[in-house]
Nanobody
Framework: QLQLVESGGGLVQPGGSLRLSCAAS????????IGWFRQAPGKEREGVSC????????YYADSVKGRFTISRDGAKNTVYLQMNSLKPEDTAVYYC????????????????????WGQGTQVTVSS
């Protein structure tokens, strides 16, 4: 069964950190571009970060630049999103997605072209 599973969400105080994991089963993540997305209640889905499969290039939304880092661990077939200096506005359900994409484009950062999506993990930033 081909699937992505996110984990690592939870409740954290402003300024705190979390590391989200996106683990794949049934396929190898190294061959796929991976995107992290989030959706807050009443808001549209937002692209947070992507990492390409070709050269490892990374992309970040302006709202998270300098605070979030996306990375791969091929041995664990997992992609991570390290989130530091969290703010209340980071509160959302976070999803990862994998796509056999040639490169990262604006459309890719907006969630188009992905083949697999995880079920999401809740991140709540609150004091």
């Amino acid at each position: 069964q081909l699937q992505l599973v996110e984990s690592g969400g939870g409740l954290v105080q402003p300024g705190g950190s979390l590391r989200l994991s996106c683990a794949a089963s049934g396929f190898t993540l190294d061959y796929y571009a991976i995107g992290w997305f989030r959706q807050a209640p009443g808001k549209e889905r937002e692209g947070v970060s992507c990492i390409s499969s070709s050269d490892g290039s990374t992309y970040y939304a302006d709202s998270v630049k300098g605070r979030f880092t996306i990375s791969r661990d091929g041995a664990k077939n997992t992609v991570y999103l390290q989130m530091n200096s969290l703010k209340p506005e980071d509160t959302a359900v976070y999803y990862c997605a994998a796509g056999a994409l040639g490169g990262i484009t604006i459309a890719t950062m907006n969630g188009f072209g992905y083949d697999y999506w995880g079920q999401g993990t809740q991140v709540t930033v609150s004091s």
